[in-house]
């Protein structure tokens, strides 16, 4: 077993300005598209560059979210030498293209909903680490009661729990973290524009989660 060291993983939420509610008024009129493409190759049998990576490295350079399309170029100028060293066939771009354009928007619930808890846990310590997402499966952290709490969030499908399944596999859970799993079927979720966003039931959701344990 290991322990969570806190100042192993500094906040990123420290570290950038923006608000749930900036994040709100600035995708509202975000479109948003989805191509039926799905290639399994890409989604299952290759590795490429992060998606959160470029994500996050924009908005805690900027205060800004990229829109949908925005995002696909930046991710691509972001990691111009694997795509030039790899030298990809336009049926796997296409795929990889409509995997990053699925991902996007959970890419933005994540940071809006991070930000979220940050507002309404007043006398709590919210924690976003990429480190901490990418490599120990932990989306957000509360320091809450002075005990440690891993936040897991997830659409509430089978894609997902799919996914989530290899996600916990590749991980080692700290001993000193109480892990909540939360997946999310988003009814009765926010509705803003064409996202859908964690909000107070997933709020009130973990809370309860919290003193019942």
């Not at 190759?41 to 925005?70: A, D, H, R, S």
């Not at 979220?116 to 009661?145: H, Q």
Request: proline residues 3%.
């Amino acid at each position: 077993m290991k322990s969570f060291i806190k100042q192993d993983y500094p906040n990123l939420l420290g570290s950038i300005t923006i608000s749930c509610n900036d994040i709100e008024q600035a995708i509202k009129n975000y479109p948003l598209s989805f191509s039926e493409t799905r290639n399994e190759t890409v989604e299952w049998g290759m590795e490429f560059p992060m998606f959160l990576t470029p994500f996050y490295k924009y908005v805690y350079q900027t205060n800004k979210l990229l829109k949908q399309e925005e995002f696909w170029k930046y991710y691509l100028s972001e990691n111009k030498e694997f795509f030039s060293t790899n030298n990809f066939s336009q049926t796997i771009l296409d795929g990889l293209k409509a995997r990053v354009y699925r991902t996007y928007p959970s890419l933005v619930r994540d940071i809006h909903f991070a930000t979220f808890l940050k507002k309404e846990f007043t006398e709590s310590e919210i924690i976003y680490n990429r480190k901490l997402d990418v490599e120990e499966g932990i989306d957000v952290l509360i320091v809450y009661a002075d005990r440690y709490w891993g936040i897991n969030l997830y659409t509430n499908t089978k894609r997902a729990h799919q996914g989530r399944k290899k996600k916990e596999s590749r991980h080692t859970k700290f001993e000193n973290v109480n892990y909540i799993e939360l997946p999310v079927d988003f009814k009765g979720s926010v509705v803003c524009g064409k996202f859908f966003l964690y909000g107070e039931k997933e709020y009130k959701e973990i809370l309860s989660a919290l003193k019942q344990q």
